[in-house]
């Protein structure tokens, strides 16, 4: 049986491949199209999904699609009369991407795909609720799903066991934690739907002195984690801005326009809706400890990516385990759809754990190499072994070395596929990479990769982190990663072991037998504002037009200073297009 995933028209399009039972592909439309957080109908994911699964349109059984279009649009219709006349400008807006494309989500895929195949469309927060728990290691475990909204449902509490699960409580819009979160993302001065996790990074930086007032004239919290939000400060409900003008009298200056500097004020703000979205999502996780008795516990929404919240749940709220789909936000949707059909709808055994993230396209050295001698490219080619000897080398060396290997990571996080990695020890690589290579603000921190046997030698931390959805403290004993030790002495952690990705396990061992240290910088190949890149040639545009030392690609490694001896420029590249 093969069943389509779709999740668009909203943020992180994606698709994503079931296979009797099995997640075969699954991959943002982004990585495709090079628009960040592309909402568009993903037909560049549709396909390499068919491809990756080897199967035409005419072999899909079903197709899922994450969301209820109509129900959404009622809760827009309702919202705006709710709101008259301020809701109209808003609405008038938003019309014709409705009429043109949203309400013609049927036609839509039946013009990509054919008809020989049903389509189900489910509720938002039922596909967020089994990307998590039909895909977790659990056979029965409690749910918490929260994110901006879906159709109505901004938040719910639920318990699953088997192949079903009941969502029993929800929070309905206009009350959303992922939205409170975004306005206070927009007040910051950083873009909504995109940078929320910028107020993360930023958070260590202040105190939480706004906290109290937050929870005064913003959001009321109940002891159960729900919550309900003052809208007289809110205009998400019927403006084109997130804030109004009482938002700004109650922090008593407009919002930070983006690109200024960032004073401590700003910081103290993103200290105190952490502390604030921390509070509440311990609450509603506690809560759903207590309804469920469960020991078990899986997250999914655009705010359970949110590893600083998830950490404190994991300390604070009971549980024993708690499983986070890697791409918990929208794109994640496409998954749970998938399965919701297979595992719910159709009753088929669950047969699939999420075991590793990487789900999305594979290049070959042959490619590599035809690639290289399209663009008249000098590189290297090596072994295995001496690949890994001289990558290592070479970040031991303090250069920062651009890694392509493997099928591309599903979801937001680098996990080793598409990483730009760096010497950990070095302070000196913490503004050095963010800077002038990723050219993105001087406060955002760097996540570590430490081979798991050997992580609770640096982080406090007692379980494996393969995903990058949890933080750690590093050991005061070995504050000689400054690199990856964010200004409060956490880190965001990542594990990996060889089951995990082999290559990428191998090359860390390598750098521990040569250095002792078995931690090095990860992180995402590519500069601010694009997607992780995805192919070969989204790899050497990134390259060329940073200050990356090397590219190691395949089994090939090129020289950033060889190719700027040979007059190589990074225009050389910008037009070529592949086949």
Same mark, same amino acid.
């Given at each position: 049986?093969?069943?389509l995933?779709?999740?668009?028209?909203?943020?992180?399009?994606?698709?994503?491949?079931?296979?009797?039972?099995?997640?075969?592909?699954?991959?943002?439309?982004?990585?495709f199209?090079?628009?960040?957080h592309?909402?568009?109908?993903?037909?560049?994911?549709i396909?390499?999904?068919?491809?990756?699964?080897?199967?035409?349109?005419?072999?899909?059984?079903?197709?899922a699609?994450?969301?209820? @279009?109509?129900?959404?649009?009622?809760?827009?219709?309702?919202?705006?009369?709710?709101t008259?006349?301020?809701?109209?400008?808003?609405?008038?807006?938003?019309?014709?991407l409705?009429?043109?494309?949203?309400?013609?989500?049927?036609?839509?895929?039946?013009?990509?795909?054919?008809?020989?195949?049903?389509?189900?469309?489910?509720?938002h927060?039922?596909?967020?609720?089994?990307?998590a728990?039909?895909?977790?290691?659990?056979?029965?475990?409690a749910i918490?799903?929260?994110?901006?909204?879906?159709?109505?449902?901004?938040?719910?509490?639920g318990?699953g066991?088997?192949?079903?699960?009941?969502?029993?409580?929800?929070?309905?819009f206009?009350?959303?934690?992922?939205?409170?979160?975004?306005?206070?993302t927009?007040?910051?001065?950083?873009?909504?739907?995109?940078?929320?996790?910028?107020?993360?990074?930023?958070?260590?930086?202040?105190?939480?002195?706004y906290?109290? /007032?937050?929870?005064?004239?913003?959001?009321?919290?109940?002891?159960?984690?729900?919550?309900?939000?003052?809208?007289?400060?809110?205009?998400?409900d019927?403006?084109?801005?997130?804030?109004?003008?009482?938002?700004?009298?109650l922090?008593?200056?407009?919002?930070?326009?983006?690109?200024?500097?960032?004073?401590?004020?700003?910081?103290?703000?993103?200290?105190?809706?952490?502390?604030?979205?921390?509070?509440?999502?311990?609450?509603?996780?506690?809560?759903?400890?207590?309804?469920?008795?469960?020991?078990?516990?899986? %997250?999914?929404?655009?705010?359970?990516?949110?590893?600083?919240?998830?950490s404190?749940?994991?300390? =604070?709220?009971?549980f024993?385990?708690?499983?986070?789909?890697?791409?918990?936000?929208?794109?994640?949707g496409?998954?749970?759809?998938?399965?919701?059909?297979?595992?719910?709808?159709?009753?088929?055994?669950?047969?699939?754990?999420?075991?590793?993230?990487?789900?999305g396209?594979e290049?070959?050295d042959? =490619?590599?190499?035809?690639? /290289?001698?399209?663009?008249?490219?000098?590189? =290297?080619?090596? =072994?295995?072994?001496?690949?890994?000897?001289?990558?290592?080398?070479?970040?031991?060396?303090?250069?920062?070395?651009?890694?392509?290997?493997?099928?591309m990571?599903f979801?937001?996080r680098?996990?080793?596929a598409?990483?730009?990695?760096?010497?950990?020890?070095?302070?000196?690589?913490?503004?050095?990479?963010? /800077?002038?290579?990723?050219?993105?603000?001087?406060?955002r921190?760097?996540?570590?990769?430490? %081979?798991?046997?050997r992580?609770?030698?640096y982080?406090e931390?007692?379980?494996?982190? @393969?995903?990058?959805?949890?933080?750690?403290?590093?050991?005061?004993?070995?504050?000689?990663?400054?690199? +990856?030790?964010?200004?409060?002495?956490?880190?965001?952690?990542?594990t990996?072991?060889?089951?995990?990705? @082999?290559?990428?396990?191998?090359?860390?061992?390598?750098?521990e037998?040569q250095?002792?240290?078995?931690?090095?910088?990860?992180?995402?190949?590519?500069?601010?504002?694009?997607?992780? +890149?995805?192919?070969?040639l989204?790899?050497?545009?990134?390259?060329?037009?940073?200050?990356?030392?090397?590219l190691?690609?395949?089994?090939?490694?090129?020289?950033?200073?060889? %190719?700027?001896?040979?007059?190589?420029?990074?225009?050389?590249?910008?037009t070529?297009?592949l086949?």
């Open positions: 049986m093969n069943i995933g779709i999740s668009c028209f909203y943020h992180d399009a994606a698709a994503a491949l079931v296979k009797d039972g099995h997640l075969v592909a699954a991959v943002q439309e982004e990585r199209t090079r628009k960040k592309d909402q568009g109908f993903p037909l560049h994911s396909r390499y999904c068919l491809k990756e699964g080897n199967i035409t349109e005419r072999d899909l059984d079903y197709v699609f994450y969301d209820k @279009p109509l129900l959404k649009f009622e809760r827009i219709l309702t919202t705006v009369v709710a008259f006349p301020r809701g109209l400008p808003s609405f008038l807006m938003a019309m014709p409705w009429l043109k494309e949203k309400l013609w989500i049927p036609q839509k895929i039946r013009e990509a795909l054919g008809d020989s195949f049903r389509i189900v469309f489910l509720e927060h039922l596909s967020h609720a089994a990307s728990f039909l895909v977790s290691p659990f056979s029965e475990a918490v799903t929260a994110d901006g909204v879906g159709e109505w449902d901004t938040t719910t509490i318990y066991k088997g192949t079903s699960f009941t969502l029993t409580h929800a929070i309905p206009p009350h959303s934690l992922g939205l409170l979160y975004s306005a206070f927009y007040y910051l001065g950083f873009r909504v739907n995109s940078a929320e996790y910028k107020v993360m990074g930023l958070a260590p930086y202040g105190v939480p002195r906290k109290d /007032l937050i929870l005064e004239h913003l959001i009321t919290v109940k002891d159960d984690g729900s919550f309900r939000l003052n809208m007289k400060y809110f205009a998400y019927y403006g084109l801005t997130m804030t109004n003008g009482h938002f700004n009298a922090f008593g200056e407009p919002p930070r326009q983006p690109e200024s500097a960032l004073r401590q004020f700003h910081k103290d703000v993103a200290a105190s809706i952490q502390a604030v979205t921390d509070l509440v999502m311990v609450r509603m996780a506690t809560h759903a400890r207590r309804c469920t008795g469960s020991n078990n516990l899986c %997250l999914a929404g655009g705010v359970a990516l949110n590893c600083v919240s998830n404190k749940i994991l300390k =604070e709220s009971g024993h385990e708690v499983f986070i789909q890697p791409a918990a936000g929208d794109a994640g496409a998954v749970g759809a998938a399965f919701y059909l297979y595992n719910t709808l159709l009753k088929n055994e669950r047969k699939y754990i999420w075991s590793n993230n990487f789900l396209p290049y070959h042959e =490619e590599i190499e035809t690639l /290289l001698e399209h663009l008249a490219l000098p590189a =290297e080619k090596y =072994e295995r072994n001496a690949l890994l000897q001289i990558t290592a080398r070479l970040i031991a060396q303090q250069n920062v070395v651009g890694w392509f290997q493997g099928r990571e979801g937001p680098a996990l080793g598409r990483s730009i990695l760096a010497d950990a020890r070095n302070p000196e690589n913490f503004s050095r990479v963010n /800077l002038k290579i990723k050219f993105r603000e001087s406060f921190p760097f996540a570590p990769t430490v %081979l798991l046997e992580m609770s030698d982080f931390f007692d379980r494996p982190s @393969p995903h990058m959805l949890f933080i750690a403290q590093v050991k005061q004993s070995k504050r000689t990663i400054p690199a +990856v030790t964010h200004v409060d002495g956490s880190a965001r952690l990542q990996i072991t060889r089951d995990d990705h @082999p290559l990428f396990y191998d090359l860390i061992c390598e750098f037998r250095t002792g240290c078995p931690v090095i910088i990860n992180t995402s190949f590519n500069v601010r504002g694009e997607p992780i +890149v995805c192919t070969p989204d790899a050497f545009k990134c390259f060329l037009r940073t200050d990356m030392d090397y190691v690609i395949g089994s090939y490694i090129l020289c950033k200073k060889t %190719l700027m001896k040979q007059g190589y420029r990074f225009e050389h590249c910008e070529f297009e086949d």
